[in-house]
């Protein structure tokens, strides 16, 4: 059974750091685009980094500069470092996994940025 699984999320104050790790079993994701999502209430799910199976990052405007995605391909494992983060990147994130067949998600973890 393929699964993505999230964590490291929580609280935080304004300004302070987190590190989201995704967990990918079942099969490898060597080859996928892999990508971190979030969603908060009320709002539509939106793209905020993603990678490319040789490692290429790419990131929305709004968390450039201060997020890092990166991955460890002999761990199956994909990281989002979140510095400087701000109240309006509260949301819960997803861990997306994109392969030429299909696409995963994970459960989502909730990250909560107190002002």
């Known amino acids: 059974q393929v699964q993505l699984v999230e964590s490291g999320g929580g609280l935080v104050q304004a300004g302070g750091s987190l590190r989201l790790s995704c967990a990918a079993s079942?099969?490898?994701?060597?080859?996928?685009?892999m990508g971190w999502y979030r969603q908060a209430p009320g709002k539509q799910r939106e793209s905020v980094a993603s990678i490319t199976s040789d490692g290429s990052p790419n990131y929305d405007n709004s968390v450039k500069g201060r997020f890092t995605i990166s991955r460890d391909n002999t761990k199956n494992t994909v990281y989002l470092q979140m510095n400087s983060l701000k109240p309006e990147d509260t949301a819960v994130y997803y861990c997306?996994?994109?392969?030429?067949?299909?696409?995963?998600w994970g459960q989502g973890t909730q990250v909560t940025v107190s002002s």
């Open positions: 997306h996994a994109q392969t030429i067949w299909r696409d995963y």
């Open positions: 079942g099969r490898s994701f060597s080859d996928a685009a």
